[in-house]
Nanobody, 121 residues
C-alpha cells in the first residue's frame, strides 16, 4: 500500500516536498515512480528511483534541476522535492511501484491515492 502526502497550494517559485509512505509489503526490490495528472490531461511520468541502488531517471526536461526524488530505507518512504514551482506543475501527483524501470503508467502495479499540488501565478 502506498500513501502519498505533502501536496498543497504554493506560489510560483515556491517549494513542496511530497512523501510516499509504503506499507504492507517491502518495496526494496521495486522501482518507485512519481506521476502527475493535470486537469483534462493524461497521467504523465515525472521521475523514478530504483530502490536497490537509488538509480534515478527524470522524464521531462522541464523538471530536471527542479525536482529531486529520493528514498529513505528506514522510513520505507520515497520523496519528491519540488523547487522553483511553476503554474504548469499544477496537478495531482501519484506515487507508484513497479518491478521494472519504465516510464509507462500501465507497468506500475501499486498506486497511491494522489496528492494535489496547486501552483498559483
Amino acid at each position: 500500500q502506498l500513501q502519498a502526502s505533502g501536496g498543497g497550494l504554493v506560489q510560483t517559485g515556491g517549494s513542496l516536498r511530497l512523501s510516499c509512505a509504503a506499507s504492507g509489503r517491502t518495496f526494496s526490490s521495486y522501482v518507485m515512480g512519481w506521476f502527475r495528472q493535470a486537469p483534462g490531461k493524461e497521467r504523465e511520468f515525472v521521475t523514478l528511483i530504483r530502490w536497490s541502488d537509488k538509480y534515478t531517471y527524470y522524464g521531462d526536461d522541464s523538471v530536471k534541476g527542479r525536482f529531486t526524488i529520493s528514498r529513505d530505507n528506514a522510513r520505507n518512504a520515497v520523496y519528491l522535492q519540488m523547487n522553483s514551482l511553476k503554474p504548469e506543475d499544477t496537478a495531482v501527483y501519484y506515487c507508484a511501484a513497479g518491478s521494472r524501470v519504465t516510464t509507462e503508467v500501465r507497468r506500475y502495479d501499486y498506486w497511491g491515492q494522489g496528492t494535489e499540488v496547486t501552483v498559483s501565478s
